[in-house]
């Protein structure tokens, strides 16, 4: 869908056929699903035309939707003049392969995931995102090889890509794509490496965190927190990059906001591997800030959304602060009631209009507050390692010069500042 959707703009816009199967009976979840997948579809710059949906016992092992069922849907496809089949679920390889094959390649099968993968290959802007995503893609392509991948010889090139005697053209693309995935993955720890030694560098200062379903207003919060300006947009995963910026509260309190890419329901674990160093911002925080959309009617699945990938990234122990946003898109004071009682300590605020901006600040103050002490620090002249630490990592608020030792009166992290101690008495 990519490159006829995004580059291909001046066209009318490529009509879409959602397939959604679903095992059991119908229920609200269902729907709920559908309305996220065509969002994706119009972040891409498709058109939903049609919504076919099917309850089953169980999923048809070669077919995926069963191939009656299959032939009318392409029967229609055709009558449509539709381009693509956007199927509404995870499709195995060996399916997404006999689908292609029986709808003769006059359409285009997609499945969930590789319509994230087309959506995140559009918004990815730094080296750092772009690497990833080309990873995710390349690892979700390799077992779903058919022929009509073979213009990936030529995006590839380079030394090695010719086939040896008796090679068909699908092993030379694996061979290829195996070579590109080792090669980005390189890459990828040379950049993870680089993140440690800036990390290494904010080790003082408290961390903070967004992290939210996307499209919950992370952007907005982050613009509002730190008054610059921040890429938004009404659309799923506007943005992928981390973006960082440093909000002085005051003279003694400051800490690093960090925003990354935006969660969605089951994310694909691909790409939550591909994306770990990005996502790696959140081990380091000391705090998250949890945003969820007040207004929309899944707040809490998306809640559960936000846990699972917390979950699955080792950092669901990290301190946090649950911050309902877009508080001006709702008039129900059941329904705050009814989230304050179930959230103690959460806050609702409104990113776009600026309300409870300054409620928020003084909840984080209070947590850096909270995991800052302040002490006095006696440091002989020839302990200048010690010296180095102190001006690197704490925040001094005074010096003074004796005979044998400078005297520090510092604050922060305490961790920290008491294991300088610790080094001071060896």
């Given at each position: 869908m990519q490159s006829h959707l995004e580059n291909d703009r001046e066209h009318k816009k490529d009509c879409v056929i959602i397939v959604a199967l679903f095992i059991g009976s119908p229920s609200l979840e269902d729907q709920y699903q559908i309305n996220e997948l065509e969002r994706l579809i119009n972040t891409l710059g498709g058109i939903v035309i049609d919504k076919v949906v099917q309850y089953r016992k169980k999923i048809d092992s070669k077919f995926y939707i069963?191939?009656?069922?299959?032939?009318?849907?392409?029967?229609?496809?055709?009558?449509?003049?539709?381009?693509?089949?956007?199927?509404?679920?995870?499709?195995?390889?060996?399916?997404?392969?006999?689908?292609?094959?029986?709808?003769?390649?006059?359409?285009?099968?997609?499945?969930?995931?590789?319509?994230?993968?087309?959506?995140?290959?559009?918004?990815?802007k730094t080296k750092e995102s772009k690497t990833q995503i080309k990873l995710a893609q390349l690892e979700y392509f390799l077992p779903?090889?058919?022929?009509?991948?073979?213009?990936?010889?030529?995006?590839?090139?380079?030394?090695?890509?010719?086939?040896?005697?008796?090679?068909?053209?699908?092993?030379?693309?694996?061979?290829?794509?195996?070579?590109?995935?080792?090669?980005?993955?390189?890459?990828?720890?040379?950049?993870?490496?680089?993140?440690?030694?800036q990390k290494k560098n904010r080790e003082a200062i408290f961390k903070v965190s967004l992290?939210?379903?996307?499209?919950?207003?992370?952007?907005?919060?982050?613009?509002?927190?730190?008054?610059?300006?921040?890429?938004?947009?009404?659309?799923?995963?506007?943005?992928?990059?981390?973006?960082?910026?440093?909000?002085e509260i005051d003279r003694n309190n400051?800490?690093?906001?960090?925003?990354?890419?935006?969660?969605?329901?089951?994310?694909?674990?691909n790409l939550i591997a591909s994306f770990r160093s990005t996502l790696g911002e959140l081990t380091d925080s000391n705090l998250l800030l949890k945003i969820v959309d007040v207004s929309s009617?899944?707040?809490?699945?998306?809640?559960?959304?936000?846990?699972?990938?917390?979950?699955?990234?080792?950092?669901?122990?990290?301190?946090?602060?649950?911050?309902?946003?877009?508080?001006?898109?709702?008039?129900?004071?059941?329904?705050?009631?009814?989230?304050?009682?179930?959230y103690p300590g959460s806050l609702f605020i409104s990113a776009h209009k600026?309300?409870?901006?300054?409620?928020?600040?003084d909840a984080i103050k209070e947590q850096i507050n909270k995991n800052n002490i302040q002490e006095k620090i006696c440091v002989p002249y020839d302990k200048g390692k010690i010296?180095?630490?102190?001006?690197?990592?704490?925040?001094?608020?005074?010096?003074?010069?004796?005979?044998?030792?400078?005297?520090?009166?510092?604050?922060?992290?305490s961790s920290i500042i008491l294991n300088i101690l610790e080094q001071i008495k060896k």
């Open positions: 069963g191939k009656g069922k299959l032939k009318t849907i392409y029967d229609y496809a055709l009558e449509q003049k539709c381009k693509y089949i956007v199927i509404n679920n995870d499709v195995s390889p060996s399916q997404i392969k006999n689908i292609q094959a029986f709808f003769k390649d006059k359409m285009m099968i997609k499945d969930r995931t590789g319509i994230i993968l087309d959506i995140f290959n559009k918004h990815a779903r090889l058919t022929r009509q991948w073979t213009h990936l010889e030529r995006q590839m090139g380079g030394v090695g890509t010719r086939g040896g005697p008796g090679e068909t053209q699908i092993e030379i693309d694996r061979r290829l794509i195996r070579n590109q995935i080792l090669k980005l993955k390189k890459e990828l720890i040379k950049i993870s490496n680089n993140r440690l030694i992290v939210g379903y996307t499209n919950a207003g992370k952007s907005t919060v982050m613009r509002s927190i730190s008054n610059k300006a921040t890429y938004i947009k009404d659309e799923l995963f506007a943005t992928l990059d981390t973006s960082t910026r440093r909000i400051a800490f690093i906001l960090s925003d990354t890419v935006g969660f969605i329901r089951n994310l694909p674990d009617v899944e707040l809490e699945m998306h809640l559960d959304s936000i846990d699972s990938v917390l979950n699955h990234l080792s950092v669901s122990d990290t301190n946090y602060l649950i911050v309902f946003n877009k508080i001006d898109k709702v008039n129900d004071d059941y329904l705050i009631k009814r989230l304050t009682k179930s600026h309300i409870n901006i300054g409620l928020l600040i010296i180095n630490q102190i001006y690197s990592k704490c925040n001094i608020l005074k010096t003074i010069e004796k005979e044998t030792y400078i005297e520090f009166e510092v604050s922060g992290n």
